[in-house]
C-alpha cells in the first residue's frame, strides 16, 4: 500500500493511492495518526481526488523522533523537529548563508510495536530543513518486502550528485540495534546514510530527490520570506475536492 498526506480544504488527510491514479481520503489527518490506529489497513476510504492534481503536505505533520544513522561512522543522533516540509515545498535560506550542504537518504517510518510500517525519503538541508515523502511505501508493496534494494538519486539542477543503493543497508536490523538504546514510537523515522558533501547552493537551486518505488521530491531554495500554501491548496490553484 502507498500512504501519504495531502491538503484539502478542511486541513490535512491521510490518503491511500490507488492504481489507477486516484488518491483516497482516509479518516486520519495525517500518516502519523494513521500508524496509531491498529485498524488503519481496513479504515472506510472517503472522498476521491485525482493525484496528480493534489498537493502533498508533509507525511507526518506532528513528527515524533528523527533518528539519523551515519553508516561511515557507526554512530547515530536523534533530532525532534517541530515540523517537517512537504515533498514541493520551498526551502527558505537565511540571509547569511552561502554555502550548505544537502542530504537524502532512504528511511523507514515506524509503526506500532516497533515494527517497520514503510519506506520512505528524507531530506535535510543544513538550515534545519526536513523533508519526508512523497509517500510512506508498506513492505508488501516493494520488491524484497522488508529488505527491498532501491536506488535513490538525487540532483542539483538537473545535475547528479547522488547516487544510493539499499542493497546492502538491512533496516530490520538496524532498528533493532536501535531499539536497543531508545524507545522507538510509531511515527518516528529512522533514516541512513554516510556524511553529507558540501554543496554551492543558492537561491533559486532546485533540488530533486527520486526512488522509483517511491516518488519524487522537487524543492526550490529562497532567500525571501515564503509562506506555505493554505492548507486545501492543490497545485494548479485547485483544491482537493473542488
Known sequence: MKLTTIRTRGG??????EGDGTLVELPYPDVGALL???QWPVA????????????????????????????????????????????????????????????TEPAVVIGRLGTIAGFSILNEVTVGWLS?????????????????????HSF??????Q???????????????????????????????????????????VLETEIDEIGFHENVLKRVEWVSPSPGRCRGGRRCGD
Open 36 to 38: 496509531l490506529d491498529p
Open 12 to 17: 490535512t488527510r491521510a490518503a491511500r493511492a
Open 132 to 152: 519526508l515523502g512523497p509517500a510512506l511505501v508498506t513492505p508488501d508493496e516493494l520488491p524484497g518486502g522488508l529488505l527491498p534494494r532501491l536506488t535513490l
Open 156 to 161: 542539483v539542477d538537473g545535475r547528479p550528485v
Open 44 to 103: 472506510a476510504g472517503q472522498r476521491v481526488h485525482e493525484a496528480m492534481f493534489c498537493d502533498r503536505a508533509p507525511l507526518l505533520t506532528r513528527p515524533g523522533k528523527v533518528v539519523r544513522v551515519d553508516l561511515g561512522r557507526r554512530s547515530f543522533h536523534v533530532t525532534r523537529p517541530e515540523s517537517l516540509a512537504g515533498p514541493r515545498d520551498a526551502i527558505v535560506l537565511p540571509d547569511e548563508s552561502v554555502a550548505t550542504t544537502w542530504k
Open 163 to 205: 547516487k544510493t543503493d539499499t542493497g546492502d543497508l538491512d533496516f530490520v536490523a538496524l532498528v533493532h540495534r536501535l531499539s536497543q538504546h531508545l524507545r522507538l514510537d510509531p511515527g518516528d523515522v529512522v533514516a541512513a546514510g554516510h556524511e553529507k558533501v558540501p554543496l554551492l547552493l543558492s537561491e533559486g537551486s
